[in-house]
């Protein structure tokens, strides 16, 4: 029976990965805790709000794990999900035109931004880190003109408003976390399992070695980032169903929390490993710190003091592990 | 010729797998240019790094300045007195001359760097040896030439005793050759003990007094410059010796068709209007030295880097190459000499690297085969002997030899009919070797078609039915194996222009 605990045990780890248990476990402590030390953490309301706010964050993690996979990053997505929710807001409320056009217009805008970003960095082969840097200011400039330098308030029967969050009754269910379950599963086997996958995750490995098997690195590099500009889009729409008014440069520092999720989540910032489940993993452990630390009495600069801890010992393990290797 | 400064003697240096240098001798006299000589691969380089505190030494003794001393490290070396001027410059293109020369030593006023002081004091020492370079200069904006000077002025200035210049005139022209000639020539009358590690014949007979030359890891012998010739010295480089039986004949009939032709290729510095064909069922040898230029040419032949004229035809057809992704499609796989950094992918799988090439082969609609990826992987493992657990093993576990079994692995997946092995055998042990060796025989004999770019001779000389030979980015010599010996290819591998 041993030798079968064993088998079952290495099932595990060679299906979810060492640090997604780990990162499983903390998720489990983080919640255990939290529901101890607090009595309002533990009510329907305060799980309904927190996966309320986690749907934009896990669409912008998952598609900046592409970009890290790639050994790149995108900063822009911050910034960007907002704008692009500004810019869909912006042609319903201004021209009047019907909500389904902007919210196919805020996806495309993210669109067309990750094909920007990919043309930077895979055919100007500009640095990410600064490439997305400034597609971040760029967004936020744009943002800010569209909105005349307030804010955009969608049209508050929206129906995309419903998709995240369904009410039956009395009763609210957190729909959305059924679309972003889908979006990991889906993402997931497109990783792993079709060409563009495949070859993205080597890019990352070692882009000169793929470039020299005949792949066309060129094409699957810019795939990457277009993945990550329409998961951003996606993350407006989010954002549009999720905050009644939207202000311009309202997501700065977003991003960050994105990134950090992918990260902890065991993406590797050298590119070539990471998987979308435990990107998820690590936007539930970014929620659960966001929602606890105030219900224990810990505010603001405390939780960012906290989040940034949590990131360093991420990004240490990953060090650890890219040495091994 | 003045008094002995340092002997080495009976130096012993192994690495796993590699008898490196084998009880080597040498000694270095005051006052003259001792010139050090050898294949790629003679364990020049090795002997120069033990001497410098680079690798330790197995065994043997170093005696400078009449004490037996063993420098820990490079900094030791320099602090006493032995420098090395390397073949890549070691300089800070964004700091000025002066700042370079006095890195780590920086003249100081108070707490401040000296920097008006620190170009005085570069100023005196350019004079001193009759180089004319301004102290304040970025290195950067120096060309090669001028930055070697740099290299020599700082090592004088560390108050050097014995310099060795490993390669110096690689990247240098004619005239810059020539000042760095004026000035060993003057500093050898001050009484300065030189070793010149270099390839080029003419130099030799230049510049240097002596010449010491390395075969295989052993000393050969030392003879006086002026009383040798270039045979003599390319007799004793070469040796006598016949290690592995060498191919006598072609195996390749009179009239198998042309594969692959190349046309007047030029690609950068390194690829110099080089036309050759290829046969089907042939072993193409490229031999040269280092830096002749037969990687580039591969590279430039493979879309890997831009080429700049030149043509190319594929079984009579005119190709238009790009990229790999164009090679590829012609049916051209590369294996890199570098496996580690464009060969394999380290951090993947056996399995995902072996169809890297060829992924649409294993699609079943938008999904990956994985089952016939693997069972693919599978065959080529057993069919090459590729040591691995299983094929979901990452590369980076595999010794050399079978990471370079998944690259092969790679390219006959793919099916390519012509192959190009950059440097086939490097850094495998000799079982494996073989191995790879009887594996490109049977990819020949299948009637496909091998260009095989390799420094060591006795490989050249066992594996290919033809060889071409490279110089400095030129075709030197091309020659039928049954023609070929080590001395011929050695003396087209030296015919600079």
């Not at chain 1, 100007?124 to 971040?136: G, K, N, R, V």
């Not at chain 1, 497109?190 to 094409?219: M, Q």
């Not at chain 2, 920097?115 to 301004?134: G, H, Q, V």
Request: aromatic share 8%; with cysteine.
């Amino acid at each position: 029976m041993a030798g079968n605990d064993k088998k079952s045990k290495n099932f595990l780890v060679s299906k979810i990965g060492g640090q997604q248990l780990i990162v499983l476990g903390v998720i489990v402590a983080l919640f255990a805790f939290f529901c101890i030390k607090s009595d309002i953490f533990r009510s329907y309301t305060t799980i309904l709000s927190m996966l309320d706010f986690s749907y934009f964050v896990a669409f912008m993690a998952i598609g900046v794990t592409f970009a890290l996979i790639t050994g790149g990053n995108d900063l822009s997505i911050g910034t960007g999900m907002v704008c692009y929710g500004i810019i869909g807001g912006f042609f319903v409320t201004k021209l009047g035109l019907p909500v389904t056009v902007g919210f196919v217009i805020t996806i495309l805008c993210g669109v067309l931004m990750g094909c920007f970003n990919g043309f930077l960095v895979a055919i100007l082969e500009l640095p990410p880190f600064i490439a997305t840097l400034s597609t971040m200011m760029i967004a936020r400039g744009l943002g800010s003109i569209v909105t005349g330098g307030s804010s955009i308030t969608w049209p508050a029967d929206a129906w995309f408003k419903n998709i995240f969050k369904i009410s039956i009754g009395e009763a609210k269910y957190p729909l959305g976390f059924v679309w972003v379950v889908l979006a990991v599963t889906i993402m997931t086997i497109f990783l792993r399992h079709t060409k563009p996958g495949r070859y993205i995750i080597a890019i990352g490995s070692n882009k000169e070695a793929t470039r020299l098997s005949g792949v066309n690195v060129i094409k699957w590099h810019m795939l990457a980032y277009i993945i990550c500009g329409m998961f951003t889009g996606f993350a407006g729409v989010a954002y549009s169903a999720t905050f009644p008014t939207i202000a311009a440069g309202s997501g700065a520092g977003l991003e960050l929390d994105a990134i950090c999720a992918a990260i902890i989540g065991g993406t590797s910032m050298y590119g070539g490993s990471g998987t979308i489940f435990g990107t998820l993993l690590g936007v539930y452990v970014m929620s659960i710190l966001k929602t606890g630390l105030p219900l224990i009495g810990l505010q603001a600069n405390w939780q960012q003091i906290i989040t940034g801890i949590v990131l360093l010992v991420a990004v240490f393990i990953d060090v650890v592990r890219g040495k091994k290797n | 010729m003045g008094e002995v400064i340092l002997t080495m003697k009976g130096i012993d240096k192994s690495f796993p797998g590699v008898h490196a240098l084998d009880h080597v001798d040498l000694e270095i006299r005051k006052g003259e240019v001792l010139a050090l000589m050898g294949e790629n691969g003679a364990g020049k380089s090795t002997l120069m790094k033990v001497l410098t505190g680079i690798y330790k030494k197995d065994e043997g003794t170093i005696t400078y300045e009449g004490k037996e001393i063993e420098f820990e490290n490079p900094s030791a070396a320099q602090e006493a007195g032995v420098i090395i001027v390397h073949q890549e410059l070691n300089m800070l293109s964004h700091l000025t001359v002066a700042q370079n020369i006095f890195i780590g030593r920086e003249i100081m006023k108070g707490s401040m760097i000296d920097d008006a002081k620190m170009n005085e004091e570069a100023a005196k020492l350019f004079k001193k040896l009759n180089i004319d370079i301004d102290p304040a200069e970025t290195m950067g904006n120096l060309t090669v030439g001028k930055q070697q000077m740099c290299e020599i002025a700082k090592a004088i200035s560390h108050e050097a005793k014995v310099i060795i210049f490993d390669e110096p005139s690689a990247a240098l022209t004619e005239t810059e050759i020539e000042e760095l000639f004026k000035i060993i020539r003057d500093l050898r009358d001050k009484g300065m003990a030189m070793v010149y590690i270099s390839h080029r014949m003419d130099e030799i007979k230049a510049i240097t007094d002596r010449v010491t030359v390395m075969r295989d890891g052993t000393y050969v012998g030392t003879i006086i410059t002026k009383d040798s010739t270039k045979d003599d010295i390319i007799n004793m480089m070469v040796g006598r010796v016949i290690y592995e039986d060498p191919k006598t004949q072609s195996n390749v009939p009179k009239d198998a068709p042309v594969v692959l032709k190349v046309e007047h290729l030029n690609a950068g510095k390194m690829v110099k209007d080089v036309s050759f064909e290829l046969h089907k069922g042939e072993i193409l040898g490229f031999s040269g030295l280092m830096g002749a230029g037969r990687t580039e040419t591969a590279r430039a032949l493979f879309g890997a880097d831009p080429k700049d004229s030149g043509d190319i035809y594929i079984n009579g057809q005119k190709v238009d190459i790009k990229s790999p992704q164009d090679a590829v499609k012609y049916g051209i796989g590369y294996l890199s000499e570098d496996r580690k950094r464009y060969g394999v992918v380290v951090g993947k799988t056996v399995a995902e690297n072996t169809t890297m090439a060829t992924m649409e082969k294993f699609m079943k609609g938008l999904f990956i085969n994985k089952k016939k990826e693997d069972e693919v992987a599978w065959t080529h493992v057993k069919a090459l002997k590729t040591k691995t657990p299983t094929v979901d093993t990452e590369v980076v576990n595999l010794s050399g030899g079978n990471q370079q079994k998944v690259v092969i692995a790679k390219w006959l997946t793919r099916d390519c009919d012509i192959l190009i092995f950059d440097e086939p055998t490097r850094g495998i042990d000799i079982g494996a070797k073989s191995e790879i060796y009887t594996l490109m025989n049977e990819l020949v004999a299948q009637g496909k078609s091998i260009i095989m770019i390799s420094s060591e001779m006795t490989e050249v000389l066992r594996m290919s039915d033809r060889v071409i030979v490279m110089c400095e980015g030129r075709k030197t010599g091309e020659i039928d194996i049954s023609e070929a010996t080590q001395e011929n290819i050695m003396h087209m591998a030296t015919l600079r222009k």
